[in-house]
């Protein structure tokens, strides 16, 4: 994922050292799965139509014996493999790729265009890492279904669409995931960064990442002449003046030690330049830990908002509308330590790290707030020699929806297949206790 790491108690020196022990299934795997990473990150498709995708996985999964079932709230697919009386675990991939234009210079790069939902021509990348996620999916998959000796009960696999949207998991649900299909004793997901090294996860008990509030804006002012704006309301100062006083709000407003963010993503005003434009729109992101700072955070904006316009004599209030959010993904703690101990077996104790909530978000949240128990672990991606360096340099690496992000695939997909077993059989031994409902 993206910022916000801590890795409390541990050298930095530990991050390079403690090589995995060596897995024979995995290393059986993983040249089929590289092969379908590189043609998902070849073909990506953005939220909402992963057609190609979504029938891709199906294909592979149907194979290996799995009862599939798509279209399951928009593209999402379900496979359930059954294996005697036992747990359900559910593991989670997602489907959906980005409108970044990739600059990664890999010769397996995405030349993908394609018409997003405002109709406009975007690129298109998995610059989240999320061909990584279904790549390890799809091998774990496989080993599972070839090694049945090795657990019992039923194993749920789920493509889920629009992650990069939060509105697949919603989707979902209302589709039937946890009534048409064997409701879970656990949930498990992960997610490939430039966090921590290839080879390394990190495991955070409790919050996880933060609330997350998409904002557009609409500054209402009165259009005319460049030449002579003594005969407008110009929305682009009153939006310059706006971005600026939304700054205070975690600097000012916010309690030290408390997390906000408020960052003005996008800002679109004004055709030609002495033409003053009648509105200009901002777009906003928000990130919270906590439920009072979040209310407190978004009342403030519209607070500022409001003030602003009204400062500068607009014709009508702005038009303020919340039209995406996620809230923060929480790791039950007692999992978080049971996977810890299954991860430092297969992985090595070494290659297993304490970390810190990260300030980005996700929706795997509305899985958990069903009253599932669930386990969202970080997956190092970085190339050792180059996150070493950039420790020494004190700069950082390309973050996920970066351009430039690219995970270092070998080792990081040894790792997730490998983490992604361990996890599983843990929760799926035949003696296995089911982790109490909270």
Not at 93 to 106: F, N, Q, R
Not at 173 to 198: K, M, Q
Request: proline share 7%; with cysteine.
């Amino acid at each position: 994922m993206k910022s916000g790491w801590s890795v409390p108690g541990v050298a930095i020196a530990l991050l390079f050292s403690a090589a995995a022990p060596a897995s024979p299934e995995v290393d059986a795997a993983y040249p089929a799965a590289h092969a379908l990473y590189v043609e998902l990150h070849q073909h990506p498709e953005l939220s909402g139509h992963e057609v190609q995708t979504a029938a891709t996985l199906a294909q592979q999964l149907r194979a290996l014996g799995y009862e599939v079932t798509e279209h399951v709230g928009g593209t999402g697919l379900v496979a359930v493999l059954r294996n005697g009386a036992g747990h359900t675990v559910l593991l989670r991939t997602e489907l959906d790729a980005l409108p970044v234009e990739e600059k990664t210079g890999l010769p397996y790069a995405s030349k993908v265009h394609a018409k997003d939902d405002a109709g406009h021509d975007v690129s298109v990348g998995h610059m989240c890492g999320h061909d990584l996620h279904m790549s390890a999916l799809v091998a774990t998959a496989g080993i599972m279904a070839h090694s049945k000796d090795s657990w019992r009960g039923t194993l749920i696999l789920i493509g889920q669409p629009a992650e990069e949207t939060v509105g697949g998991a919603s989707g979902m649900v209302r589709a039937g995931l946890f009534t048409r299909f064997p409701r879970p004793d656990v949930l498990l997901a992960l997610h490939v960064g430039n966090e921590l090294p290839a080879g390394k996860v990190g495991v955070v008990p409790g919050v996880y990442d933060t609330n997350a509030d998409s904002l557009r804006i609409t500054i209402f002012g009165k259009g005319g002449h460049g030449s002579a704006p003594h005969t407008t309301v110009d929305p682009i100062v009153i939006a310059a003046r706006t971005i600026l006083a939304l700054q205070t709000i975690p600097s000012r407003e916010v309690k030290p030690g408390e997390l906000a963010v408020v960052t003005v993503g996008y800002i679109h005003a004004g055709t030609k330049n002495n033409i003053i434009p009648d509105q200009a729109e901002l777009g906003l992101t928000v990130r919270t830990y906590t439920t009072d700072v979040r209310k407190q955070v978004l009342a403030a904006i519209t607070r500022i908002t409001d003030a602003e316009a009204a400062a500068a004599a607009a014709p009508r209030p702005p038009a303020i509308e919340h039209y995406e959010a996620a809230d923060a993904v929480y790791n039950d703690p007692a999992l978080a330590q049971r996977m810890r101990g299954a991860l430092e077996g297969a992985l090595g104790a070494g290659n297993v790290l304490s970390a810190g909530p990260i300030t980005a978000s996700e929706d795997f949240s509305v899985y958990v707030e069903q009253g599932i128990p669930g386990f969202y672990l970080s997956l190092g991606g970085a190339d050792p020699a180059k996150y070493a360096a950039a420790q020494k340099q004190g700069t950082h690496l390309p973050s996920n929806h970066s351009a430039l992000f690219a995970p270092d695939v070998d080792p990081a997909l040894h790792t997730a297949i490998g983490a992604e077993l361990a996890m599983l059989r843990e929760l799926l031994r035949a003696d296995a206790a089911p982790p109490a409902r909270h």
